[in-house]
């Protein structure tokens, strides 16, 4: 019996409203019964099994406190792959093994930003990712701040021969990353000499924040620096008041020839369709400051340790489910194209692919990227997360590393995490591993476990979208 008629018979004086509302949970209910039927005992045994210890932390917090960061060509990021694929075969993993990726290598080198006038006093800075470096003695030149683009070219007369300071609050990740990637770009169009951004956070203690940004073959290419919240708005204030603004920059940074690296598999192997694979992970490189704790040594634990769970419960799903932690996906993305291209011959055997990159904070549902019919699946899944209280599920995404597998047509999830601190400390040297709270990551580690184990057993395939589908979203910038 539908649950719509079984609410019009029990319901039968009640008001129009309550009994609308009484009709759509019953329905609800109906619609997602199957899978939390048949899965609902599992999925009890993974939560129970994350939340039982704090393994998931302690050993990210072992990865960062032996190997700190992670950037792309660093000995660093390579002895740390090669810890982890010695832990994998410790763990019984199966197929653990490294697939090549030749990923950039840009060094940082000594760096310095310095107020020359009104006063002398170093500024919190860090150099983005990707520039160039400038001459031994620096860059000394007048300051213009401006608060935007448009802002830029109103003043385009005045910028030739200074240091371009874009003060602009943030606001969405999305919408300030921006004058990050492309800052130097239109800086340099008009005629600066170097770039300056207000760090990319939204809250700072004097903590600069790096990151990615590009060139244009057309444009000349400037150094291009990030400056603390607080001291942009210094500098902000005394242009303000009508005083000259010098500053001197100095940067080492480097761009050297192309180094080897790899993406880091581990598998449990299906036990009636083996090809037909589940794959989840996160990036295992990070920017040169800090941990790379939040972003994302701990997503990246969290999958695996996720993994880890389901083999020790001798939970063996019917697909494959694939561990793959990917390489350079903060200055590059090589690992996850690497990745697509060496598996082209199987992408229509993915039936999901998951990724943890927004902070394994507290979680309170999934992201799904695909269609309608996608989003109704993870919808139902999430309602076996009741426990935790999980139970969200919305259309979002798809996250960078498997936006790639999303373009041709894979579903693609992600963790719903309380978000509110992770730009406090994203690609600064305050990500480290006392940002990560214990229970809250195994409590990610269980949500990750649940959807990759349902996924990889149920007996129809997670839905796919239809070619043309219109409500599946495309890959968001990086």
């Not at 660093?74 to 653990?96: F, H, P, T, Y």
């Not at 860090?126 to 070219?153: M, Q, Y």
């Not at 880091?264 to 941990?291: F, N, T």
Request: charged share 25%; with cysteine; hydrophobic share 40%.
């Amino acid at each position: 019996m539908s649950g719509y008629r079984v609410c019009r018979s029990a319901l039968a004086g009640l008001s129009i409203a309550t009994v609308l509302a009484s009709c759509a949970t019953a329905q609800r209910a109906e619609t997602s019964a199957p899978l939390a039927a048949a899965y609902r005992s599992a999925a009890n045994r993974i939560i129970a099994a994350a939340l039982a210890d704090s393994a998931a932390w302690n050993r990210t917090a072992a990865l960062t406190d032996k190997f700190g960061h992670r950037l792309s060509g660093s000995r660093s990021l390579e002895d740390a792959l090669d810890w982890i694929m010695e832990e994998m075969k410790r763990d019984g993993l199966e197929n653990v093994h490294g697939e090549p990726v030749t990923v950039p290598h840009w060094v940082r080198g000594e760096e310095s930003a310095t107020l020359v006038r009104p006063r002398s006093v170093r500024l919190n800075m860090l150099g983005l990712g990707g520039s160039i470096g400038t001459p031994p003695e620096g860059i000394t030149a007048p300051v213009l701040v401006v608060n935007s683009f448009e802002d830029l070219t109103a003043r385009r007369a005045e910028v030739p021969g200074r240091i371009v300071l874009f003060d602009v609050p943030f606001t969405t990740y999305g919408a300030t990353v921006r004058y990050r990637s492309i800052g130097a770009i239109e800086a340099a169009r008009h005629g600066a000499v170097a770039s300056l951004i207000r760090s990319v956070g939204s809250y700072s203690i004097q903590n600069p924040h790096t990151g990615g940004m590009r060139y244009d073959t057309a444009v000349r290419r400037i150094p291009g620096a990030a400056l603390s919240t607080e001291d942009a708005m210094m500098l902000h204030r005394m242009q303000r008041r009508g005083e000259q603004v010098v500053v001197n920059l100095r940067m080492g940074a480097r761009q050297l020839p192309d180094a080897q690296s790899r993406n880091v598999i581990a598998e449990l192997r299906g036990s009636e369709k083996p090809d037909e694979v589940v794959v989840m992970g996160g990036h295992i490189d990070s920017w040169d400051v800090g941990q790379g704790a939040m972003d994302d040594a701990g997503g990246s634990v969290a999958t695996w340790e996720a993994l880890r769970l389901i083999q020790k419960l001798g939970l063996r799903p019917r697909r494959t489910i694939r561990v793959v932690l990917w390489t350079n996906e903060e200055n590059g993305l090589r690992g996850a194209t690497a990745y697509r291209d060496a598996h082209l011959g199987e992408i229509d055997k993915h039936v999901l692919a998951i990724e943890s990159d927004n902070g394994v904070f507290k979680p309170s549902g999934y992201y799904i990227a695909g269609s309608d019919a996608a989003v109704e699946t993870g919808r139902q899944i999430a309602s076996l997360l009741s426990s935790i209280g999980a139970t969200d599920a919305r259309r979002g995404g798809p996250q960078a590393d498997v936006s790639v597998l999303a373009e041709r047509g894979v579903p693609a999830g992600a963790l719903i995490v309380d978000g509110s601190r992770y730009f406090w400390f994203h690609h600064s040297a305050g990500d480290t591993m006392d940002k990560l709270d214990p229970r809250h990551m195994a409590e990610c580690v269980a949500a990750l476990a649940v959807l990759a184990y349902v996924a990889a057993d149920m007996p129809e395939k997670f839905p796919r979208a239809l070619p043309g589908d219109s409500s599946v979203p495309r890959r968001t910038p990086r």
